[in-house]
């Protein structure tokens, strides 16, 4: 059975920072991409970022390039989100999800796999 | 701002048919056949109904069905059932990643 479960999620002041954790069970991590899709409360799905397997390479939506940044550890089946200057458009519940094909960066194949997700909320 | 458009809500009665739009571009739904429909219910994460705009994922009634003509793909719910009441989001490759739509509410009456 695929597992995925997040954590690292909370409350942090605007401008802050916060590293989520990935960890994923159940299938051969290191083979596949692995993305990050966010949903503010109330409102719908975004995608914010995906790694790739062998050479990790990452994809960002505008709204977070150059803010956060996304890493995986193959050797622990594990993908870290760490996000910097953190804004109150950023609270949302942030998902890690498989794509259904192992390439696919931003799950636009689908995302078959979903975790329970980690509520980030950014709030003084 | 969504580059998907979806309607805010729809319903039908037990047993009948509800069809759900998503209305996008040549850049998006028009230009490739990566569409995918995802079922949420309130504080779960989304579940993967359709991908590639018809294929249903293994376990997923064939009372879910998926399509596309042009610019807009439509996911299909018949046999209505209690248990379908939920949010529902399309997503398509749009070139360089993927987006969503901003979702459905469907009510079961």
């Known amino acids: 059975e695929v597992r995925l479960v997040e954590s690292g999620g909370g409350l942090v002041e605007p401008g802050g920072s916060l590293r989520l954790s990935c960890v994923a069970s159940?299938?051969?991590?290191?083979?596949?991409?692995v993305s990050w899709v966010r949903q503010a409360p109330g409102k719908g799905l975004e995608w914010i970022s995906g790694?790739?397997?062998?050479?990790?390479?990452?994809y960002y939506a505008d709204s977070v390039k150059g803010r956060f940044t996304l890493s995986r550890d193959d050797s622990r089946s594990t993908v870290f989100l760490q996000m910097d200057s953190l804004r109150g458009d950023d609270t949302a519940t942030y998902y890690c999800?498989?794509?259904?094909?192992?390439?696919?960066?931003?799950?636009?194949?689908?995302?078959?796999?979903w975790g329970q997700g980690t509520l980030v909320t950014v709030s003084s | 701002q969504s580059a998907l458009t979806q309607p805010p809500s729809a319903s039908g009665s037990p047993g009948q048919s509800v069809t759900i739009s998503c209305t996008g571009s040549?850049?998006?739904?028009?230009?490739?056949?990566?569409v995918s429909w995802y079922q949420q219910y309130p504080d779960k994460a989304p579940k993967l109904l359709i991908y590639?705009?018809?294929k249903r994922p293994a376990g997923v009634p064939d009372r879910f069905s998926g399509s596309k003509s042009g610019n807009t793909a439509s996911l299909t719910v018949s046999g209505l059932q209690e248990e379908d009441e939920a949010d529902y989001y399309c997503?398509?490759?749009?070139?360089?990643?993927?987006?969503f739509g901003p979702g459905t509410k469907v009510t079961v009456l």
């Open positions: 999800a498989k794509p259904v094909e192992w390439f696919d960066s931003s799950g636009y194949t689908g995302f078959d796999n």
């Open positions: 159940g299938f051969t991590f290191s083979n596949f991409a």
């Open positions: 790694i790739l397997s062998g050479d990790g390479y990452t």
């Open positions: 040549s850049s998006d739904v028009g230009g490739y056949d990566y």
């Open positions: 590639e705009v018809t």
């Open positions: 997503s398509s490759y749009a070139g360089s990643n993927n987006v």
